[in-house]
């Protein structure tokens, strides 16, 4: 299994630490922000953004116990977080600012704007914050199988048709202006939500597996590693052949005197 160094440790706990402190602030900003009249009856819980947000929040707190107490053995558990997480804020990163940015009246309803801090809190810092962690302080490759990133890719989309269900039963409106169309054309957004959200998962997945040799370390630490070794055995080796070069031509002009 691949191990940080102690910098690398520390900063990954300090980005750790980062993201709790402006996540959890994000969280709770806008949680205390006052919903528009249609969309009171779901509540803060219907916004897929801020699903996202606590499961990161999860993530970054169980990386900080993970790092700190050493929890080697539940790198497992680290690893589904990670995917779940990442996966998940892929999702809301890629909808959110295309939509945000071009086709506004699709992702927020009438003129409510987020304050922009806030905006970033949410919608940026998860994402960004996600993959600095996973191509800096990884650990290791994933244990996670495509097989099990399918499922809960599935599971997920499922579990939350079904929430959206029970908390708007009767509501005039979905919490995203874009779902407010007819069942089939929904549950075909999902699908296709769905399957983005796979094809990033698997190429995640593969990139990180190629980033490590079978042993679980670092292929590029590898060859740079390898590489240096190389060069000193082979300057060593030069060194050597001149110095034999050297006593052999001393020993041949004693002889000749």
């Not at 995640?204 to 590693?225: L, Q």
Request: positive net charge.
């Amino acid at each position: 299994m691949n191990t940080l160094s102690d910098k690398n440790i520390r900063l990954a706990l300090s980005l750790s630490w980062i993201f709790v402190f402006f996540g959890s602030d994000g969280l709770n900003e806008i949680s205390n922000l006052k919903l528009s009249p249609e969309l009171q009856q779901g509540g803060h819980g219907q916004f897929l953004t801020n699903i996202s947000l606590g499961i990161t929040l999860i993530y970054f707190m169980y990386n900080i116990a993970y790092h700190h107490f050493e929890l080697a053995k539940l790198k497992k558990l680290k690893d589904v977080l990670n995917a779940l997480a990442i996966t998940l804020e892929s999702v809301v990163f890629t909808v959110y600012w295309p939509l945000r940015l071009f086709f506004i009246h699709l992702i927020l309803p009438g003129k409510d704007m987020i304050p922009i801090k806030l905006d970033l809190k949410i919608h940026f810092l998860p994402f960004v914050s996600l993959m600095l962690d996973f191509m800096f302080f990884s650990v290791g490759p994933w244990e996670v199988t495509y097989t099990e990133g399918f499922t809960y890719i599935v599971g997920c989309t499922v579990a939350y048709w079904f929430w959206l269900e029970y908390l708007l039963e009767g509501a005039p409106t979905y919490p995203y202006p874009f779902l407010n169309v007819e069942t089939p054309i929904r549950a075909a957004i999902f699908a296709g939500v769905a399957v983005f959200a796979f094809l990033f998962f698997a190429f995640i997945k593969s990139f990180n597996t190629a980033s490590y040799a079978p042993n679980g370390t670092k292929t590029n630490t590898n060859t740079k590693t390898n590489t240096k070794a190389n060069t000193k055995t082979k300057t060593k080796a030069n060194a050597n052949v001149n110095v034999n070069a050297n006593n052999a031509s001393a020993k041949t002009v004693e002889k000749i005197n």
